[in-house]
């Protein structure tokens, strides 16, 4: 959550008050509650400031970057989602008592199959 006052800094301070009757809260960084005198009496302040500081990212080349999946291994994914998929259709058209489309999803299953076997 970022903090309310600047919307920069991460908000670490969490104040609740009643203010002319009213219940208010507040997110805020350490910055804004020391500002607004709001964040004295926090004994973590200045640790929780150090550990909400963003740390600086190492560039990593994109060459040194390796796909996580082979291309072999992404077809394989993309059938079985489109075989799930297929599957769904099939259920929802038997549960709609939709007969004509669930034959056309069926064979629509098969000639998968079928490819995915002689692909093998």
């Known amino acids: 959550m970022k ?7 991460y908000a670490v301070i969490h104040y609740r008050g009643i203010v002319n009757g009213r219940a208010q809260e507040a997110h805020l960084c350490v910055n804004c509650a020391a500002a607004l005198g709001r964040g004295a ?3 973590f302040g200045a640790l929780a400031a150090l550990l909400t500081e963003e ?3 190492p ?4 060459e040194a970057a390796a796909p996580l999946l ?4 992404r077809a394989v994914l993309r059938a079985e989602r489109e075989r799930n998929a297929l599957h769904m259709q099939l259920t929802q058209a038997l549960a709609a008592e939709d007969y004509e489309r669930a034959a056309e999803v069926r064979d629509a299953l098969k000639r998968l199959d079928e490819q995915r076997s002689e692909s093998i």
Not at 59 to 62: H, K, L, S, V
Not at 70 to 73: I, K, P, S
């Open 3 to 9: 903090c309310e006052n600047c919307g920069k800094n």
């Open 59 to 62: 560039e990593i080349p994109p």
């Open 55 to 57: 740390a600086p990212q």
């Open 41 to 43: 009496e926090d004994p």
């Open 70 to 73: 082979t291309e072999e291994e």
